[in-house]
Structures are given as C-alpha cells and as structure tokens.
T-cell receptor, first 110, second 114 residues
Framework: LAKTTQPISMDSYEGQEVNITCSHNNIATNDYITWYQQFPSQGPRFIIQGYKTKVTNEVASLFIPADRKSSTLSLPRVSLSDTAVYYCLVGSSNDYKLSFGAGTTVTVRA | DAGVIQSPRHEVTEMGQEVTLRCKPISGHNSLFWYRQTMMRGLELLIYFNNNVPIDDSGMPEDRFSAKMPNASFSTLKIQPSEPRDSAVYFC????????????FGAGSRLTVL
C-alpha cells in the first residue's frame, strides 16, 4: 500500500480556506485517494474520494494533479466546528489494510 | 439506516476481568473491521472480516484478544483477561465491497481498565 505523508497540524481562522496536502509518491494505478474527518470522541467519517483531477461535494474539494503523487483537500470558509483530525488514505477498492497514520489536526480559531 | 452501532459506549473494568465489545454493521455491508485508537499509536487495525469470515487478524495484539462474527449483522471483540494497557477506544467499521472503498465507523467503545 502506498505510504502517505501529511502535515501534523494546521491552524486557521473562521471564514478562511484550509488546504491540506497529502503526498503519496508510490500510489498505484488502481488506488483511490480518500479523506476522512474525525472529531473528538467520534469515529472517523468519510469526507471525499477521488481518482484524478477534481472532485467537489458539499463538504470539501479534492484536487489531484495529473501525476497523482499528491492530493490537496480544500475546506472552504471553515468554522469552529471544522476543528478535527483529517486523514488521507490511499488504496484500491479491495484493500483492507488501510493506514490512517497520524492525520492532520486542524484547529480553527475565532 | 442507523449506521454502525457499537456497545457499550463506555466501559470501566478492573484488570483481569473479561470485556466484550459489540458491533452491528450496516445492513448489506459485507466487510467488517475492528480498530483500536490510542494517543500513542493512533488507529490500528485489529482484525478484518469479509462475509463473516476472519481474513486477517495479524493486528490482534495477543491471545487475550479474540473476535467473532457469527452472522452478517453482529460481531464481538473480547478481551480476556483485560489489562490496563488495553485502555483505548475501540472502533468497529463496515464497508460495502461492491462500491467504493469507503468505511463507515461506529461511535466507538471507550474502554478503561483499572
């Protein structure tokens, strides 16, 4: 499975856009990129998934360059409630040994 | 759908006692995962079931840990005997293999072993 690297922490203020970049140099052809969000005292929650180019949903956007060796999760106009840990995972549809790593702790301040 | 349901949400027990954690996956999901989360080690995969069959239990830390999935709607994770170092949040997650590789997690069971 491809190893991922993402920043340990990021600070932001309400109303700003937060961009978290994840590196996955060894991504395989069949691998998808999936992001999860975890609030304190809750289980991780799926946010967005993509294979290439750009994916957008009501929560976030995911930008994936042509070489797919990295991806950027974009959270538009964050609020205090977006304070959470964000995990980047890479794997194919049948992979089960998905590594969550340490994730990126995003702290949004007023 | 009520999502993945775990019980109990909190358990406090004494060292040496048996602990049983329960999980009801989302109906129709054919894969089930048990994870453990601690500050030091993050989220660790303990065991993975596919169609109720344990496929990989290499993450189970010791023989004190066991997991079963008697049917598609129920799984248990048992620790016997429990030790203080087992204190953690245990998450169950399920997945529908026919779709994207997306896990749905339960709310977790916070275990404290005194």
């Amino acid at each position: 499975l491809a190893k991922t690297t993402q920043p340990i922490s990021m600070d932001s203020y309400e109303g700003q856009e937060v961009n978290i970049t994840c590196s996955h140099n060894n991504i395989a052809t069949n691998d998808y990129i999936t992001w999860y969000q975890q609030f304190p005292s809750q289980g991780p929650r799926f946010i967005i998934q993509g294979y290439k180019t750009k994916v957008t949903n009501e929560v976030a956007s995911l930008f994936i360059p042509a070489d797919r060796k990295s991806s950027t999760l974009s959270l538009p106009r964050v609020s205090l409630s977006d304070t959470a840990v964000y995990y980047c995972l890479v794997g194919s549809s049948n992979d089960y040994k998905l590594s969550f790593g340490a994730g990126t702790t995003v702290t949004v301040r007023a | 759908d009520a999502g993945v349901i775990q019980s109990p949400r909190h358990e406090v027990t004494e060292m040496g006692q048996e602990v049983t954690l329960r999980c009801k996956p989302i109906s129709g999901h054919n894969s089930l995962f048990w994870y453990r989360q601690t500050m030091m080690r993050g989220l660790e995969l303990l065991i993975y079931f596919n169609n109720n069959v344990p496929i990989d239990d290499s993450g189970m830390p010791e023989d004190r840990f066991s997991a079963k999935m008697p049917n598609a709607s129920f799984s248990t994770l048992k620790i016997q005997p429990s030790e203080p170092r087992d204190s953690a949040v245990y998450f169950c997650a399920s997945r529908d293999l026919s779709g994207a590789n997306v896990l749905t997690f339960g709310a977790g069971s916070r275990l404290t072993v005194l």
